[in-house]
């Protein structure tokens, strides 16, 4: 719009729309791991998964030549895999991983997973004490829903 007063010339342009119009879609996840007495070894493939009914939607494979030591904090990102709703992601879970060269054992005192989004606020959960445990050269995994049970 065009507006002439006197020698002074306003021009006025529609709005444009904001990211607040859009729907919100996950960005990435943090998930904060504590360790108890026992932590990963240095040969121990990690892998986090979170998925909702139709698939991966963000995930991280740990497999770094490095140990997680017993009694520590060790924070990890995962990668968006798909982009998906708040909503959507409400009936997913989470999926702790390892695989393992020989026996493990691994106790992980508390972990706590924030999925932070394109806009708005994060959606935080928590889950644990519990034991990833396994014999020989294996795969063993567990999984927890992202309920409101284990909300934060």
């Not at 002074?8 to 729907?23: C, E, K, R």
């Not at 708005?120 to 959960?125: I, L, Q, Y």
């Amino acid at each position: 719009m065009l507006v002439l007063s006197g020698s002074a010339v306003a021009i006025f342009l529609p709005l444009q729309s904001t990211h607040a119009d859009a729907p919100r879609s996950v960005k990435n996840a943090l998930l904060q791991i504590v360790t108890d007495a026992d932590g990963k070894d240095d040969t121990d493939v990690f892998t986090v998964t979170v998925a909702d009914a139709e698939g991966k939607v963000l995930e991280r494979v740990y497999d770094a030549k490095e140990e997680i030591k017993p009694f520590t904090t060790f924070n990890l990102w995962l990668n968006r895999t798909r982009a998906v709703s708040p909503e959507q992601l409400k009936a997913g879970k989470i999926t702790f991983r390892i695989e393992t060269k020989w026996d493990e054992h691994w106790v992980v005192k508390d972990a706590r997973l924030t999925v932070n989004y394109d806009s708005g606020p994060p959606d935080k959960w928590q889950w644990g004490p519990f034991v990833l445990q396994v014999k020989g050269a294996n795969a063993m995994w567990l999984d927890f829903t992202l309920d409101d049970g284990h909300r934060m």
